[in-house]
């Protein structure tokens, strides 16, 4: 039946199967957008159907027999299937769109497929979209005219993969094929033909993973052939110098005749030096490295692309290009193979970029059932609420706090700063990066300090803290004469004395960065608040809680439910996810199939922008104080 549930409307695909470990395996259902092809509609639930060339509709194993359900042939299945097989309901899954509802049968896999534990506890079917093919080549003669190129492609077919070649390739083909004495490895990547090396070179094969961060970049170097991690890395995003924001760094290309060009050879400089060193590690060529995932927020995918990001940064908040997007390696500068292929993962908003998508599929949050929360905090919240039934996501601006910005003693994550605190009743113990003297406050710090000043009681509901005099009779007097008052009245709690300090002076926690962070963590809250009624759904319901990107990893989850953050679920629900946009980009790199779901979530995920509603405007003000202590349970 197909449903209609808020507003989208999905078909109901079944697919009955023999090669699951159950004995009689049970049919798998789920339901997609219409438009979906089985075959992604399979990966969208881990169940793999046979295919070599990456979907494209040319490798013919794809096959599934329809039982139920429209689906016409189209000309790729005519080339495959006889009239009888086709009038026996044969089709190519990857060709095959579900505009109703679908039940089909997929016949048993040839042999095993390879699969890891990816991501957090996702079970992930290993399939790169590389092949390397050894081809023992026929030497030309008078009789056998056929030119390079179709010798090759001759070969490719009989092994069941069709390519096309570039013309760079094309110009190194008489070479290579004549010191090979005819024995080469053709490396195909989806339904191009990359690369042909002399000699036997299967066992070798390369792809890149990253996740371009505003501050951070990480790079990974993956094995195609094992799924194993070569190389990891991580350095600081070159583009910092040029503003620590999007905004800022939008702003600069705005402001600077070359501003784009600038920010453009900035982070592809970051990114090659990131692979020289990863290539070093792993002891890896650069003409190894066939494919690379991309995963980053829009603004950082648009300066990676050398695309103008201005629209992002204006009402109404309109990217270049939203959709999945596929470059060569020598279009973007990236110093590995030139016709490698890079792809950069699609977002769901303009503030909602690849590095959710790539965290959805580290988590599976739109596959699995049950509903979850993903929340990357920082200075833009990004959310997502759902489940394989419905999945919406939204942002929320948050401001700079959580960086430590605009906070009387802040300071971003860096050796000196307070990253967590612990109050007991006559003590404050303080956590410092780098463990010398503390001479600031970091985001996770802040968050720490405020759940543990709300506490132990000496901060109010309502943020203020309460006077010193009326602190001294429930807490120790060392503690309560760490609340001071300013000549105008302003309360301040003292972090560390200047003796104490490595900066020669008090770090002090004032009533203005309470507020700082009420406002930070209330717009959070409220687009959270937003997004669980447009689901209809409340805390009870959450089976976990996601804080991923690179702030989320350092919370306190415990700190985060204190101040209301997050909703009220506890504590062992919620997770820090570390750099699920990494783990993301790795998946999508080490299999095709999930990258095509990566590809299908811009058109599941439903985007619900805040700007101008005024429910979130009633959802901010409800969450700006922070909850009763009670209510956490
Ligand atoms: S024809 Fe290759 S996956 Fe469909």
Known sequence: MTTTVSGTTKVSIEFRHDFADETPATPKMT???PGMTLFNA??????????????????????????????????????????????????????????????????????????????????????????????????PTLEDQRSDYSRIRDALSQEGYEAEASLTLLRQLPGI????????????????????????????????????????????????????????RSTLNGQAIYGADVISR?????????????????IVQTLNRLIADLLHEGQVAAHEVYEVVTAGNATMQHLFLGADPEAIGLEPFIPVVEDMVQVRAREVGLAILPQAQVHLLPYLGA?????????????????????????????????????????????APAGPAFEGAQIQDGMRASDGAIEAVIITHDAIEL????????????????????????????????????????????????????????????????????????????IVLTQRDVRELQFAKGSIAGGIDVVMQELGVEADDLVEVYLAGSFGSYINPQSARIIGLVPPVPVERIKAVGNA???????????????????????????????????FNDSFLSVLQFPELETLG
């Open 31 to 33: 339901r997609v957008p």
């Open 250 to 266: 939008i702003s600069y290309t705005m402001l600077n005749e070359d501003g784009l060009s600038r920010l453009n050879g900035v």
């Open 431 to 506: 956590q410092v990066i780098g463990g010398g003297s503390p001479i600031g406050l970091c985001g996770s710090g802040l968050l720490d300090a405020v759940a543990q000043l709300r506490l132990s009681g000496l901060m109010l509901p309502s943020g203020r803290f309460v006077q010193a005099e009326e602190a001294g009779q429930f807490v120790a007097p060392e503690l309560a004469r760490r609340i001071i008052t300013d000549d105008e009245g302003r309360r301040a709690f003292v972090l560390a004395w200047a003796e104490e300090s490595g900066g020669g002076k008090s």
């Open 42 to 139: 399979a990966n969208w639930i881990g169940l793999p159907i046979d295919s070599t060339c990456g979907a494209k509709g040319t490798c013919g194993k794809c096959k599934v027999r329809i039982l139920r359900g429209h689906n016409g042939a189209t000309p790729a299945d005519r080339k495959v299937f006889t009239e009888a097989e086709l009038a026996d309901g044969w089709r190519l899954s990857c060709r095959s769109e579900a505009h109703s509802d679908v039940v089909c049968e997929v016949p048993r896999l040839m042999g095993n497929p390879k699969a890891a534990l990816m991501g957090f506890d996702r079970h992930v079917i290993l399939n790169a979209n590389v092949h390397k093919i050894l081809l023992t080549l026929t030497p």
């Open 581 to 615: 946009a990494g783990e993301g980009a790795k998946i999508a790199l080490l299999s095709f199939r999930e990258r095509e779901v990566a590809r299908s979530l811009p058109e599941i995920v439903e985007y619900h922008e805040l700007s101008g509603r005024g429910d």
């Open 177 to 232: 094929l004549r010191k090979s004495r005819w024995q080469i490895t053709a490396v195909v990547v989806g339904q191009e033909l990359v690369g042909v090396e002399a000699g036997d070179t299967t066992g070798r094969a390369y792809g890149l993973a990253f996740d371009i961060g505003t501050t951070t970049v990480v790079g990974m170097l993956l094995d195609l052939n094992s799924g194993a991690s070569v190389a990891v």
């Open 351 to 395: 503030y909602v970029g690849a590095d959710l998508v790539a965290g959805l599929l580290a988590t599976g949050l739109a596959q699995n059932e049950g509903v979850r929360l993903l929340v990357d905090v920082g200075t833009n919240g990004e959310i997502i609420l759902g489940s394989a039934a419905r999945t919406v996501a939204t942002a």
